[in-house]
Structures are given as C-alpha cells and as structure tokens.
T-cell receptor, first 115, second 114 residues
Framework: SQTIHQWPATLVQPVGSPLSLECTVEGTSNPNLYWYRQAAGRGLQLLFYSVGIGQISSEVPQNLSASRPQDRQFILSSKKLLLSDSGFYLC??????????????FGDGTRLSIL | DQQVKQNSPSLSVQEGRISILNCDYTNSMFDYFLWYKKYPAEGPTFLISISSIKDKNEDGRFTVFLNKSAKHLSLHIVPSQPGDSAVYFCAASDPRGTGNQFYFGTGTSLTVIP
C-alpha cells in the first residue's frame, strides 16, 4: 500500500529565516506530487505540483519554491520567511500516468508558525 | 476567484439523523468531484468521489449527489455518528488542466451531537 510522510509536524521559525519541508511517498512510482497551504479559516490553496523529477509547476507567485530531486521526494523551501507564510502546509500525491480523475492522498501536514 | 464554494462554514446535527453538506461550483468544465474529511492537525482523507457522467454515488453511509445543471453537489451522511465530526472539503477537477489538479472549497465543519 502507498504511504506519504511529511515532516516536521510543527515548526516555529523567525521572520527572515529559511525553510525546508520534506515529503516522501512510498509504495508507488512516478506519482504526481503537490504542496498546498491552508491558512486559518480558509480552504486549501495549491502552491506547487510536479508530474515528474525536476518538473515543477507553480500556481501562486510568492517567496516559496519547490523541488523534486527524486521520484518520490518533494521539498518546499524558502530563503526568507514572511509573517504571511504562517499556515498549515500539506503534501499530497496522486497516481501518475493514470490520466485525470484520480483522488489525491494527503500527508498529515506541517503547522508552520512565523514569529 | 473561488471556483468551488462551500457556503456553510459549520453544521450541527443530532446523532442518528442525516447530515447534508453542500458545495457549489462555477466552472462547467469540472468533470470529477471528491469529498474529503479532515480532523484537526491531520491531512484530509479521501471519502468519496463522483464523475460527471453520474448523478449519484453511494458508499456505505455516504452518498454524493451531483446536479450538473445547478452546478451543485452534496454529501449525505446517514445515520450521522459522533466520529463523523470533522471538517469536510469538496473538490473538483477540470480535465483541461495538467497534473490532475483539484480546486477545493473552504470546508464545512460538521458537529454530530450525541
């Protein structure tokens, strides 16, 4: 069966510090990978998605970036965090190469607080 | 621009009764819809889906209805149980997009009262 791991679960960072959140998927090959953010009282906002190694699509211009150095690894980064980057960050995967209409499956998220 | 809307932020239902969660969308090209359930401090869990070629899909206590002409879908939970208390998100997919992307609503918090 497939599993998705996301860490850390919580993170408190000062403004201006760098960020690196990691997500890995097990039990599947060439998955589609996604990073979402859920701000307080709001829905899920898609930040980045990837259909393959090194292929990153950005949905929202901001000071965050994503990378996919390996097939089942997805990393969310920032060089300098802003207060507005606070939120709940979720990684998700869906079956790749299977066309559309595949549910996405989520990790347990990272609660990021910027001080 | 919110293409998927859940206009009720919260809903309270007595245990054993029916819970009805609603979702509206604006993009007529959406052809695949899902419902997710989310507990606090956890990621959303996939619950049930429906394709635009159907108007109903049932899985145990959960039934999703799709009304394409009204651009409306709903999730029915019968009978409701206290463990169903969670935030429910609807999501929709546009087949013209790449990477199997979904548009999510803002969620409805369901409380099932014992």
């Amino acid at each position: 069966s497939q599993t998705i791991h996301q860490w850390p679960a919580t993170l408190v960072q000062p403004v201006g510090s760098p960020l690196s959140l990691e997500c890995t998927v097990e039990g599947t090959s060439n998955p589609n990978l996604y990073w979402y953010r859920q701000a307080a009282g709001r829905g899920l906002q898609l930040l980045f998605y990837s259909v393959g190694i090194g292929q990153i699509s950005s949905e929202v211009p901001q000071n965050l970036s994503a990378s996919r150095p390996q097939d089942r690894q997805f990393i969310l980064s920032s060089k300098k965090l802003l207060l507005s980057d606070s939120g709940f960050y979720l990684c998700a995967w869906s079956r790749g190469g299977a066309g559309a209409n595949q549910p996405q499956h989520f990790g347990d998220g990272t609660r990021l607080s910027i001080l | 621009d919110q293409q998927v809307k859940q206009n009720s932020p919260s809903l309270s239902v007595q245990e054993g009764r029916i819970s009805i969660l609603n979702c509206d969308y604006t993009n007529s090209m959406f052809d695949y819809f899902l419902w997710y359930k989310k507990y606090p401090a956890e990621g959303p869990t996939f619950l049930i889906s429906i394709s635009s070629i159907k108007d109903k899909n049932e899985d145990g206590r959960f039934t999703v209805f799709l009304n394409k002409s009204a651009k409306h879908l709903s999730l029915h939970i019968v009978p409701s149980q206290p463990g169903d208390s969670a935030v429910y998100f609807c999501a929709a997919s546009d087949p013209r997009g790449t990477g199997n992307q979904f548009y999510f609503g803002t969620g409805t918090s369901l409380t099932v009262i014992p």
